[in-house]
């Protein structure tokens, strides 16, 4: 599984990312101010710009907010209710305490966002990219709308029944190469990495392939080991939500090239 050209971006993107003070951070709190800006800044062709902003209190259900730059902003305590964002730039945007139900993002980057703790019942992603976005502690996360051209909402390892080949990166760089059979449950959120309740070891090589081993340690329980040709359950469970992503499992990459360079970082 390789990266698109919209992943590389927005991973660039995020390393490069210098933060913003919250004081030098845009704020509106009035609908009528709001209105006013984006006839202005409609006015001046382009997209209008409110990246970083911070949108408070607001009743904006229904609004036309759609091909806008939102990067980085902030909606709390808003009221977004069928408001359109299609096609807006919607990267990194945090949601807090709002009403999101039925909230359109067609066609939207909305890769890295925020929706922890929203009610995400009937928000539309139709063609929308999602990666990296944090629906933990979400609800209602099975009542959202997608397509086909929706990216990062389906898992991308196989859901249910069918073996593959999962990949991680342990201490000194080995690099173990696992079976996840029919059986094991498995989940991945909304990006490149997942977790299964069980795998069979079947090899552990260096980064390059030149050296083969019998055993590697684990980076995160010491007490843990791979050991070729065992089977091997998570010493911890197995945490069956799927949006939990750093939890009880053994994790795993589908492609072998991104799990060394995640190691190597």
Known sequence: MNFSDSEKDFIQDAEQYVP?????????????????????????GGTPDFMHTKFIGMDLSGWDMRNLNL??????????????????????????????????????NAR?????FQDMTGIDLSGANI?????????????VITDDDTKWYKMRC????KPFIAWKCCTDLRV???????DAKRCMATMETGRVSRVKVLSIKSIDESESY???????????????????????????????????????FLDRQQCVDYQAK
């Open 131 to 143: 990666y990296a976005s944090v629906l933990e502690d979400a609800m209602n996360q099975d009542k």
């Open 20 to 44: 913003v003070p919250e004081s030098e951070k845009p704020v509106i709190e009035s609908a009528d101010e709001l209105a006013r800006l984006l006839q202005e800044r409609r006015a001046m």
């Open 71 to 108: 990067k980085r902003a902030t909606f709390e305590k808003c009221d977004l209710k069928e408001t359109d964002f299609s096609g807006s730039q919607m990267d990194h945007v945090a949601f807090y305490n709002n009403d999101l139900r039925g909230m359109k993002l067609n066609g939207c």
């Open 176 to 182: 173990v190469m696992m079976l996840v059979p029919a």
């Open 214 to 252: 019998t055993w590697a340690q684990s980076t995160v329980d010491p007490d843990f080991y791979y050991e070729v040709g065992k089977w091997l359950e998570p010493a911890n469970g197995f945490q069956e939500d799927r949006w939990k992503d750093s939890s009880a499992g053994i994790h795993f």
């Open 158 to 161: 196989p859901e249910y029944g």
């Open 112 to 116: 890295g966002c925020s929706f922890r």
